[in-house]
């Protein structure tokens, strides 16, 4: 597939950066990027489902052999994983709620592990999967807007439903036209209440698109790094691939926190009053 024989190198990077896509209509498989609503990435959904099933699977099995004694490795790296995502949420989330902690930890070692993916070799997969015939199919799934968009649109929700809950839909709508503009003076406060609400629209829709953004940009990044690095003479590919994927490690694990410190103060923000 990466034979210069075969593909040029702008076709090399464009066959790298197409998913295999469901089209829902008449569930047929196209063998280029497609759009639409009702269309799906299959690859996508099957690594980030494949992931996630590892990720359970691996802290199923660390919770049902946990013991008094001497820990194993796993269950040592579990329980340091943990706390330290606990210490986080107690640091920033001054709520009460059980869903906090386990949904940070969720967050971060999901997007950590679909991070991961972009430091598997780029035609390792690809390859696998041209066996059965499949020509297209990518493996970073945070490298799919798709992927990000979802994990910041149910935030978004969580913040939506966590406000609602703690302040009540009154309270709730009350801090949309009061804030961050306050007066007593009535007259003034009806004028001000467009801008406030205008004001607190625009925070609260940007608050998912920049979480999506920031993940989906520095993980398509990375990915095209990586292929671009590919398609140099393999001498040259294992220096600069080496050194990419060590500097590389830091981003995704970067991210990985950054997604979930940031989900965690804007679930604290919603509760808190203003």
Same mark, same amino acid.
């Given at each position: 597939m990466s034979d210069a024989a075969k593909l040029t190198s702008t076709q090399y990077i464009e066959h790298h950066l197409q998913h295999l896509t469901l089209n829902l209509h008449n569930f047929a498989f196209a063998t280029k990027n497609a759009t639409g609503f009702w269309v799906l990435n299959v690859d996508t959904l099957v690594v980030s489902s494949l992931i996630g099933i590892i990720f359970i699977a691996g802290f199923y099995v660390a919770a049902r052999k946990a013991t008094a004694s001497v820990p194993g490795p796993w269950q040592n790296f579990v329980e340091m994983l943990v706390e330290f995502i606990d210490n986080?949420?107690?640091? +920033?989330?001054?709520?009460?709620?059980?869903?906090?902690?386990? @949904?940070?930890?969720? !967050?971060? %070692?999901?997007? /950590?592990?679909?991070?991961?993916?972009?430091?598997?070799?780029?035609?390792?997969?690809?390859?696998?999967?041209?066996?059965?015939?499949?020509?297209?199919?990518?493996?970073?799934? +945070?490298?799919?807007?798709?992927?990000?968009?979802?994990?910041? @649109?149910?935030?978004? !929700?969580? %913040?939506?439903? /966590?406000?609602?809950?703690?302040?009540?839909?009154?309270?709730?709508?009350?801090?949309?036209?009061?804030?961050?503009?306050?007066?007593?003076?009535?007259?003034?406060?009806?004028?001000l209440m467009p801008f406030n609400f205008l004001f607190n629209l625009v925070e609260h829709l940007a608050r998912p698109i920049s979480l999506s953004l920031r993940l989906f940009g520095n993980l398509f990044a990375g990915e095209l790094i990586f292929i671009l690095i590919a398609i140099l003479p393999w001498m040259v590919q294992w220096i600069c691939g080496g050194a990419w994927a060590l500097f590389h490690i830091l981003i995704i694990t970067l991210q990985a926190f950054i997604f979930m410190m940031l989900t965690i103060v804007y679930l604290a923000l919603a509760v808190e009053e203003h």
């Open positions: 986080q949420v107690k640091d +920033t989330f001054h709520g009460r709620s059980q869903l906090i902690g386990p @949904l940070a930890l969720t !967050i971060f %070692v999901w997007v /950590f592990l679909m991070n991961f993916m972009d430091l598997v070799p780029v035609d390792l997969f690809p390859r696998l999967v041209e066996l059965s015939g499949i020509p297209y199919a990518r493996f970073v799934p +945070t490298a799919d807007p798709n992927v990000t968009f979802a994990l910041s @649109l149910s935030v978004f !929700i969580l %913040v939506m439903f /966590f406000s609602i809950k703690v302040k009540g839909l009154g309270g709730f709508g009350k801090e949309l036209l009061t804030t961050p503009f306050r007066t007593k003076n009535i007259l003034v406060k009806l004028i």
